[in-house]
Each structure stands twice: as C-alpha cells, then as structure tokens.
C-alpha cells in the first residue's frame, strides 16, 4: 500500500469555516478518511476532519507559496 501523505490527526482549538464541497470531492474525502483509518489502524470518523491537515500539508509543500511569503517578510523587516 502506498504511503499516505497525511499523518495524524492533531485536535486543536478551532476556527469555524463554512466550506461546501462538491459530491465528488466529498466521496474522494470520504475515500481518504478511510484509505487513511486503513493505514493508522484507527478509523476516522469524520472525513471532513481531514481537510485542515490537507491545507496545512498542501501550504506547507507549496515552494511558490514559500518563496512568496519570505519575500514579502524580508521586506516588511526593513
């Protein structure tokens, strides 16, 4: 099986964002919360609890992104 990109879960404090998804990103969330529960051994229970690890992951990974953002904070230093 393939590795998954996401790890575990982390609860934190949240932030309530009303987001509406298409069906068919929804079924592949669904999906992936299961392919993930699979490779954890624990289920998810919520797919929708993955969405936030997977903005974290995709900022995080985004070099366009992170180029941008240190750019504009060696500017804003001087």
């Known amino acids: 099986m393939a590795k998954l990109k996401l790890g575990p879960i ?4 949240p932030v309530k964002v009303s ?5 068919a990103l929804h079924r592949d969330l669904a999906a992936y919360a ?3 529960g699979r490779e954890q051994g624990q289920p998810i229970a919520d797919p929708v609890k993955l969405i936030v690890p ?3 992951r995709f900022i995080a990974t985004d070099r366009g992104f992170s180029k941008t ?5 060696v500017g804003s230093q001087t």
């Open 10 to 13: 982390i609860d934190d404090k």
């Open 19 to 23: 987001v509406e998804l298409p069906a």
């Open 34 to 36: 299961e392919a993930l």
């Open 54 to 56: 997977m903005l974290e």
């Open 69 to 73: 953002r240190r750019a504009s904070s």
